[in-house]
């Protein structure tokens, strides 16, 4: 596997130029909302949660069309971004190279995006959609409601989550790798707001960005944890308690710690790479050893085109006829993923951008919007696939008698069905720790990179403090708040902050618009005058040809 190191004169001369030092204005104020927010969860836990839930009501219900509307639009956006001339813009000078193969780059970009969330919902948000239907197909046949589940699943995973990822990583990488900018997010609004970006709007922007960063990676350590922990229980291991999730936290931080001090060349790209060969093996033995391997295989195509005959529908539905329930279920999984995805889009963009050196912008689109898209509905159609016959055409076992799902035992309660199960979930928990170890140990490497200005090379002291207080943050939330309430709460938190974040999106998108059409126009207009000049020499060659005859 080959690898490029960047040059010295791309990200590093940013560096020289701009004389990266902690950024005062960005550090504090977002060190310091973030203990805020920990300290208010510790004295007033119950409180603070009801607070929290109450703005997350008024958002999704009141923002939630616009939230499915923006969503879409950037699908429509990447899709423009790539065509024409605009594509062919290197992310970097015109002859640069990639900095990462193809496989590691997908590899890290993968792990980094949304490896964690996939080993957590990749049996139990199938299931959760066939046992509490969408309102739109309740009452519907059980095929027509298992498809359903597989299309809302696709949906909330597929082409809308990765393209909030390309608006972010694509203006960012842009700036970094073509303008010769810091590593950080205010450069990539640059072509609009200009001088601005040196100032306070700059550190707003920042601050907004670390703040998501640190409470949506948090609560990915509790989604992880809880998953981790309910398998240990199942498995007869240890008893799933509170106690035992901020064990495990500890330990999963230690891990990310040691990661992030190696760096993003050591561990963080080892990790991901092992991890994305651990999920193949998994994902290869369920197909095979399971019971439905011909039912998955069929599902999985059936699905692929179910989703694109229905995307236009699925991308634009709001549930407006459907009352309090469809307000209710909407905002429980369509517009929280889209929060979600937002919230998590200033790590993952940055994190992209940082890997992105000597891709052009069509390369760039294609490999962040498709590939990953596809090997996500694979996952869906082969994990949660055989949970679905499994409940269709096997014993039914994965909804209890109440009709609801266990979502942090679902992956568990699947993997049962195989042979070797004790191993396989062996496997699982390995995947899902390591993925936790990925998540973590980038975010702070991003978050460290933004809070310095943009420095590609922050001090260990700084990553080492980001790494260990995500750990934290998640440990103390649900140890004074409870497992369930405190999860919830740094949900709430990472969805919140998308709110004003999606505002700075639409900026992105303009300025990354504005930025590429010029070097169209600027292309065009070099080419042309290339064209004249050839003319003319064509033209003085043969007026010689004739005075000479």
């Known amino acids: 596997m080959t690898t490029h190191s960047p040059p010295p004169s791309s990200v590093d001369a940013a560096e020289v130029r701009y004389r990266i030092k902690p950024k005062a204005g960005v550090f504090y104020p977002a060190l310091g909302l973030i203990l805020l927010f920990v300290v208010l969860a510790i004295a007033m836990p119950e409180q603070f949660a009801r607070f929290v839930e109450s703005g997350n009501t008024a958002v999704v219900n009141g923002l939630g069309w616009y939230y499915v509307l923006l969503t879409t639009a950037f699908v429509a956006f990447s899709v423009w971004i790539a065509i024409g001339r605009r594509g062919d813009v290197v992310l970097g000078k015109d002859d640069a190279t990639p900095a990462y193969s193809m496989r590691t780059w997908f590899a890290m970009l993968f792990a980094a995006g949304m490896g964690i969330g996939l080993v957590f919902w990749g049996v139990a948000e199938p299931l959760s959609h066939m046992a509490s239907p969408p309102p739109d197909v309740a009452g519907g046949t059980g095929e027509a409601i298992a498809q359903a589940a597989m299309n809302r699943t696709f949906l909330h995973w597929g082409l ?60 990915s350590l509790g989604f992880g944890v809880a998953q981790v922990a309910g398998g240990l229980e199942f498995l007869g291991i240890a008893e799933d308690t509170t106690p035992l999730q901020v064990g495990l936290i500890a330990g999963v931080t230690a891990l990310a710690t040691l990661s992030v001090v190696t760096g993003l060349d050591k561990g963080i790209k080892w990790l991901s790479n092992f991890n994305m060969g651990l999920a193949a093996v998994l994902l290869v033995v369920v197909l095979i050893a399971g019971p439905a391997t011909l039912f998955v295989l069929r599902e999985f195509v059936q699905s692929l085109g179910s989703y694109l005959q229905n995307f236009i529908g699925l991308s634009f539905k709001t549930l407006p006829f459907h009352g309090a329930s469809g307000e209710t279920w909407l905002g429980g999984w369509t517009t929280y993923y889209w929060g979600w995805w937002m919230s998590w889009s200033p790590f993952v963009g940055v994190f992209i951008a940082r890997i992105s050196r000597g891709r052009t912008v069509r390369e760039f689109v294609a490999g962040v919007l498709l590939v990953p898209t596809l090997v996500t509905f694979l996952w869906f159609s082969i994990m949660g696939g055989t949970a679905l016959w499994e409940q269709q055409f096997g014993g039914g076992s994965l909804i209890d008698a109440e009709g609801g799902v266990d979502q942090n035992i679902a992956l568990f309660q699947m993997l049962e069905l195989l042979p070797g199960s004790a191993v396989l979930a062996g496997v699982a928990m390995i995947l899902v720790i390591v993925f936790f170890v990925t998540s973590s140990d980038s975010g702070s490497f991003v978050i460290d990179m933004i809070s310095h200005g943009g420095s590609a090379t922050p001090p260990v002291w700084s990553r080492v403090m980001w790494s260990i207080l995500e750990g934290a943050i998640a440990a103390v939330v649900l140890w004074a708040a409870g497992d369930s309430l405190g999860l919830r709460a740094l949900q709430v938190l990472a969805i919140l902050v998308a709110a004003p974040w999606s505002v700075v999106m639409v900026v992105m998108c303009v300025s990354t618009a504005r930025a590429l059409n010029s070097e169209s126009r600027r292309t065009a207009r070099l080419e042309k005058a290339a064209l004249r000049r050839e003319l003319a020499e064509d033209l003085r060659e043969d007026n010689d040809e004739v005075a000479v005859a």
Do not use: C, M, Q
């Open 160 to 219: 809308h989550a990765w393209a909030i990822y390309v608006v972010v990583g694509l203006a960012i990488a842009y700036a970094v790798h073509r303008r010769g900018r810091p590593v950080s997010i205010r450069w990539a609004l640059e072509p609009v707001l200009g001088d601005k970006v040196h100032g306070w709007l700059g550190n707003v922007v920042d601050v907004i960005a670390i703040v998501g960063t640190i409470f949506g990676v948090a609560t």
